[in-house]
């Protein structure tokens, strides 16, 4: 089995910065995109950042310019460098993994448990 390891939340004024790590562990086999998601309190969950294993990325349009996702792909781990933060910015962020595992054909999402993100104002 594969797990999620979340790190790098916390509390920070508007316009700082945190960056997010997610790493995978385990029985990990090919991994495809990993992607970030957030969902702020009453809300739904919705996808913050995304990216290939070939590295083309998505962004939602709130964060496009302040927010950069990156991977190493040796160590099966998915960032989120996130700048200029503001207060709409917090949520609760979870990390999520395609990963396709050996001998299998098809890929399968895992979620990590979240991280909380707070920007004061």
């Known amino acids: 089995q594969v797990q999620l390891a979340e790190s790098g939340g916390g509390l920070v004024q508007a316009g700082g910065s945190l960056r997010l790590s997610c790493a995978a562990s385990?029985?990990?086999?090919?991994?495809?995109?990993m992607a970030w998601y957030r969902q702020p309190p009453g809300k739904w969950r919705d996808l913050v950042a995304s990216?290939?294993?070939?590295?083309?990325?998505n962004y939602a349009d709130s964060v496009k310019g302040r927010f950069t996702i990156s991977r190493d792909n040796v160590k099966n781990t998915v960032y989120l460098q996130m700048n200029n933060l503001r207060p709409e910015d917090t949520a609760v962020y979870y990390c999520?993994?395609?990963?396709?595992?050996?001998?299998?054909?098809?890929?399968?999402?895992?979620w990590g448990q979240g991280t909380q993100v707070t920007v004061s104002s």
């Open positions: 999520k993994v395609s990963e396709r595992p050996p001998g299998h054909l098809y890929e399968f999402d895992i």
């Open positions: 385990g029985s990990v086999g090919t991994v495809k995109a």
């Open positions: 990216m290939t294993s070939g590295g083309s990325t």
